[in-house]
C-alpha cells in the first residue's frame, strides 16, 4: 500500500485483504495525549468472492477510503465494482461513518475521469455518510499521495474514538487474516 511503505508495489490485485501500518505524527497538535497514531490499512480485495467477508470489519469507528480506477471510462456501468455499490454497503453495515473517495491510476497516462457522478449526488443517495473528495492519485508516479495521506490523518483526527485501541478480537484476528491472503 503506497500510503503505508511510500514505495509503489507492482501488483495486479488484492487477494483476500492486505493489512499495513501507516504511522502519522501530530507534533503540530500537542494537547493530545500522544503525538503518534497508528492507522491500520486494510486492503479489502475486490473480486466478488470476498464481498460476503467485508462486512464482517466495517464499524462506524474506522475511516474509509474508497479508491477508484479514474483511468476506466466515465460511463462504464459502475455494477458491483462501482463507487455506489462499495457506498451503499458502507452506509448499510457502518452507518454514519466517514469516506473519503479517491480515484486511482491518475497519472499513467490514460484518459483521467471525475466521478461517475459528483460527490453531491453521492450525498444525497447516501446520507448517513460523512463523505470526504479525496480528488485524484497514482500509486505508479507517486501524483498526489502525500496529499491523501496528510488528508487521511487530518480527517482520522475528527473521528470519535480514533484514539483507542481496536479491540483485543481485531488484534487476534489480523495476523490471521494477513496469513490467509
Same mark, same amino acid.
Given at each position: 500500500n503506497? +500510503?503505508?511503505?511510500?514505495?509503489? !508495489?507492482?501488483?495486479t490485485? =488484492?487477494e483476500? $485483504? *492486505?493489512?499495513? #501500518?501507516?504511522?502519522?505524527?501530530?507534533?503540530?497538535?500537542?494537547?493530545?495525549?500522544?503525538t503518534?497514531?497508528?492507522?491500520? +490499512?486494510w486492503?479489502?480485495?475486490? !473480486?466478488?468472492?470476498?464481498? =460476503?467477508?467485508? $462486512? *464482517?470489519?466495517? #464499524?462506524?469507528?474506522?475511516?474509509?477510503?474508497?479508491?477508484?480506477?479514474?483511468?476506466?471510462?466515465?460511463?462504464?456501468?459502475e455494477?458491483?465494482?462501482?463507487v455506489?455499490?462499495?457506498?451503499?454497503s458502507?452506509?448499510?453495515? *457502518?452507518p454514519?461513518?466517514?469516506?473519503?473517495?479517491?480515484?486511482?491510476?491518475?497519472?499513467?497516462?490514460?484518459?483521467?475521469?471525475?466521478?461517475?457522478?459528483?460527490?453531491s449526488?453521492?450525498?444525497?443517495?447516501?446520507?448517513?455518510?460523512?463523505?470526504?473528495?479525496?480528488?485524484?492519485?497514482?500509486?505508479?508516479?507517486g501524483?498526489?499521495i502525500?496529499?491523501v495521506?496528510?488528508?487521511v490523518?487530518?480527517?482520522?483526527l475528527?473521528?470519535?474514538?480514533?484514539?483507542?485501541?481496536a479491540?483485543?478480537?481485531?488484534?487476534r484476528?489480523a495476523?490471521?487474516?494477513?496469513?490467509?491472503a
Open positions: 503506497r +500510503l503505508a511503505t511510500d514505495e509503489f !508495489q507492482e501488483f490485485r =488484492t483476500g $485483504v *492486505a493489512i499495513s #501500518d501507516l504511522h502519522v505524527t501530530f507534533e503540530e497538535l500537542s494537547a493530545l495525549p500522544r503518534t497514531l497508528t492507522l491500520k +490499512l486492503d479489502f480485495g475486490g !473480486q466478488t468472492e470476498y464481498y =460476503t467477508t467485508h $462486512v *464482517a470489519f466495517l #464499524d462506524t469507528r474506522c475511516l474509509y477510503v474508497l479508491v477508484w480506477n479514474a483511468s476506466r471510462e466515465r460511463h462504464e456501468p455494477g458491483t465494482h462501482g455506489s455499490f462499495w457506498l451503499h458502507i452506509q448499510t453495515h *457502518a454514519h461513518a466517514t469516506v473519503i473517495i479517491v480515484g486511482s491510476k491518475a497519472g499513467n497516462g490514460r484518459v483521467v475521469n471525475s466521478l461517475p457522478h459528483p460527490i449526488e453521492y450525498e444525497k443517495q447516501f446520507p448517513d455518510l460523512h463523505l470526504v473528495d479525496g480528488g485524484l492519485m497514482d500509486s505508479k508516479t501524483y498526489r502525500a496529499v495521506k496528510t488528508l490523518r487530518d480527517t482520522a475528527k473521528i470519535d474514538g480514533i484514539q483507542q485501541t479491540p483485543h478480537s481485531w488484534h484476528l495476523p490471521r487474516c494477513a496469513q490467509e
